[in-house]
Nanobody, 128 residues
Framework: QVQLVESGGTLVQTGGALRLSCEAS????????MGWFRQAPGKEREFVAA????????YYADAVKGRFTLSRDNKKNTLYLQMNSLKPEDTALYYC?????????????????????WGQGTQVTVSS
């Protein structure tokens, strides 16, 4: 079992920056593919970014590429999402997720249905 706890979400102005954290606990958390997803009111959950189980690959959604940066600190069992140049359309509940298995393809890691463990989410609101 894996437990995930997100933090760092808050209200920020357009153009601002935030860093989200996802603290993981449980078995082999430093050897799992992990990702960030977000869900805005009335919309489906969408992929934001993911890191492969070995940490040797990262993927980003086109909407955040160049603005968001994913990193992982295995000593702290924590996944980070640095978000810069925030826009109102980034407003959403951000979820951290982890999965079993070693598939490192974008097709898999960008698919919310392929993840086995989820946090409760942290709210990011970007004011215009």
């Amino acid at each position: 079992q894996v437990q995930l706890v997100e933090s760092g979400g808050t209200l920020v102005q357009t153009g601002g920056a935030l860093r989200l954290s996802c603290e993981a606990s449980g078995r082999n958390v430093d050897r799992r593919a992990m990702g960030w997803f977000r869900q805005a009111p009335g919309k489906e959950r969408e992929f934001v970014a993911a890191i492969t189980w070995l940490g040797d690959g990262k993927y980003y959604a086109d909407a955040v590429k160049g603005r968001f940066t994913l990193s992982r600190d295995n000593k702290k069992n924590t996944l980070y999402l640095q978000m810069n140049s925030l826009k109102p359309e980034d407003t959403a509940l951000y979820y951290c997720a982890a999965r079993e298995g070693r598939d490192s393809s974008l097709v898999t890691l960008a698919n919310a249905k392929k993840y086995d463990y989820w946090g409760q989410g942290t709210q990011v609101t970007v004011s215009s």
